[in-house]
């Protein structure tokens, strides 16, 4: 698999729009935790790091911000700025965020607990890693 972006039901309604995820239908795991990023300072970058095993999806609830994907040979950058769709990483992917926009709210869900030995947090190490894949 490789990163995607992800379309998610909209239900309109004039009381308010409606949206929402499950496994198996719109998302390819079972998610094991959810977390979200906000009050991210202007200029500041979140997450430069890979996981060995853990996927995820990430969804931009409000306002914006870039997720930069890096496979070890090439960059690509997912603008991500609507609640009715998200990215998803496989394992083994680099990624950051930034350009976050005032008031924005990251959310993410995994299929993994948190895990600091699933972290790769250099970038040379993980290109070696992604090469001998
Ligand atoms: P981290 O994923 O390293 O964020 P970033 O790459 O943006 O710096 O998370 C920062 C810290 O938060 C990490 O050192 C441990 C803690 N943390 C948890 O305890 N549980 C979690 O689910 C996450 C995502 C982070």
Redo the contacts with the bound molecule.
């Keep these: 698999m490789i990163p995607k972006i992800i379309q998610l039901p909209k239900i309109y309604d004039k009381r308010g729009n409606l949206s929402f995820f499950e496994h198996p239908n719109q998302l390819p795991f079972k998610i094991k ?1 959810t ?1 979200w ?1 906000y009050d991210v300072p202007g200029g500041e ?5 890979a996981f060995k095993e853990q996927q995820e999806f990430i969804i931009a609830l409000s306002g914006s911000f870039d997720v930069i994907i890096h496979d070890g040979q090439e960059e690509k950058s997912f603008s991500l700025n609507r609640s009715y769709y998200g990215l998803y990483i496989p394992k083994m992917y680099w990624r ?2 930034e350009n976050f926009s005032t008031n924005s709210l990251a959310l ?1 869900v ?1 299929d993994r ?2 895990d ?1 030995n699933d ?1 790769i ?1 250099d970038f040379e190490e993980f290109k070696t890693l992604a090469h001998g894949n």
């Excluded at 970058?45 to 790091?49: A, D, E, I, T």
């Design positions: 935790r977390y990023l970058q979140r997450g430069s790091h950051r965020l993410i995994s607990l948190y600091e972290y947090r």
